[in-house]
């Protein structure tokens, strides 16, 4: 069954609503004597599925997959000491197939899509839903209509949907705007809406936290990027899944971070109100967290109420110095949302919310090749040769004093 979160209505799975007739947020509920055990899954492959039991769809349903999940957790070593902790791993959600988190979602929300009939799906998206419903879209023999805010799109995302075909309707304003044009059309129920209203999408998403859990154990803190705030409800809803059905006895803090200039949720922290403070028009180089409107406001509050935890901003310039942290020490190449997540860490442990021994788990939702323009923006040197031999002098130059270096 779907549970509206506002009224406690029901309704049958089989209904195509993802808004209750009070115009509350639905869920999925998970029955409480579902019958699991880690050692149900430990035999199956490390991907989303692993946990289907968890994942409460109509036993007939064909999964549409493209072997999402079982993404890597990385021990950070040379980044931690800058960030002030000694146990901090990342989750790095672009080894998905489409690069990001939002597969998790995707596989699970087109699988029923498939299921109830529908032909066309559509989603509002700052590019990475949109790059991963046109995937999956394609793999289920879908339409995949996206509805996209004019400008700042970063260039790899855009990509990907004109890649699998996707018909592209361009919206003046922000992604918040795109967005009340998928809520009216699937009011109108002109074609099945994609986004993280949907509560499907939820119940793949929430998956990530089973693989952190499993894996390492439940850490103090799990930190990740805000926009719409469907992510953080996600795992929240994962975590105390968990905790109900007996598979874990405690639950870790949740730290959101949103860049400073589309930051509602963090000023409603900030100031201890009970809703965001929306704002009109938001601004960050991190354009996938570009919202002034999160939807999933709601949740997003029960899981910071209830997870005692906290909400901080960065500034694009902690994002930037972030995202060349991880890029330069660590090896791993995340876009600007994600690397607002590191920033939003050194910010917490600086302002001691969070211990050097604790254990920390990042979420970096996005793989840096989606944002291209900002990934090579960064510094550094170039030397134009003017012959081969030219070439091998300025090599050899460069290389005498690394060599030379002890470390
Ligand atoms: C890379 C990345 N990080 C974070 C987010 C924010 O997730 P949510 O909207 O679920 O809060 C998004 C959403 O588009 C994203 O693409
Ligand atoms: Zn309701």
Not at 85 to 100: D, H, I, Q, R
Not at 147 to 175: C, D, N, T
Not at 317 to 338: C, D, F, K, N, T
């Amino acid at each position: 069954m779907i549970k509206c979160i506002l009224c406690g209505s029901k309704f049958d799975v089989y209904e195509r609503r993802v808004l209750c007739k009070c115009g509350g947020l639905l869920e999925v509920e998970l029955q409480c004597n579902t019958r699991v055990s880690w050692s149900l899954f430990k035999n199956r492959s490390f991907r989303l599925w692993r946990y289907r039991e968890l994942i409460p769809l109509p036993s007939d349903v064909n999964i549409v997959s493209l072997c999402e999940g079982g993404t890597p957790l990385i021990r950070l070593t040379s980044s931690s000491e800058v960030l002030g902790v000694k146990n901090v791993f990342l989750k790095f959600e672009g080894a998905n197939p489409t690069g990001s988190f939002k597969d998790r979602g995707m596989t699970v929300a087109i699988s029923i899509a498939k299921h109830l009939g529908v032909k066309t799906v559509m989603c509002a998206s700052t590019g990475n839903t949109s790059a991963s419903m046109t995937a999956y879209a394609a793999r289920a023999g879908l339409k995949p209509i996206i509805i996209l805010p004019k400008r700042g799109i970063a260039k790899g995302k855009i990509s990907q949907a004109i890649l699998h075909g996707a018909e592209i309707v361009f919206v003046r304003g922000y992604f918040d705007d795109a967005l009340r044009v998928v809520m009216e059309a699937s009011l109108k129920g002109v074609a099945y809406p994609l986004n993280s209203i949907n509560p499907w999408r939820i119940e793949g998403q929430k998956t990530v936290a089973y693989e952190i859990v499993e894996e390492i154990g439940v850490p103090d803190w799990i930190i990740l990027p805000v926009g719409n705030a469907g992510n953080i409800s996600a795992v929240w809803k994962g975590l105390t899944e968990l905790r109900r059905l007996g598979l874990i006895d405690r639950l870790p803090r949740l730290a959101g971070v949103q860049a400073s200039g589309a930051a509602p949720l963090v000023q409603a922290f900030k100031r201890g109100l009970e809703k965001p403070v929306f704002i009109d028009d938001p601004k960050t180089i991190a354009s996938a967290i570009r919202i002034g409107k999160p939807v999933n406001w709601p949740r997003a509050m029960k899981a910071l109420r209830e997870s005692r935890g906290v909400m901080v901003d960065v500034s694009d310039e902690e994002i930037i110095e972030a995202q060349r942290l991880l890029a330069r020490r660590e090896g791993i190449g995340v876009e600007p949302a994600s690397a607002a997540a590191i920033a939003g860490l050194k910010k917490l442990r600086e302002a001691h919310y969070i211990d050097k021994d604790e254990l920390i788990v990042v979420i970096a939702t996005g793989h840096a090749l989606k944002d291209p323009d900002q990934a090579s923006s960064h510094p550094i040197r170039v030397h134009n040769a003017t012959s081969i031999n030219d070439a091998v002098e300025i090599i050899g130059k460069i290389s005498s004093i690394y060599e030379s270096s002890k470390t």
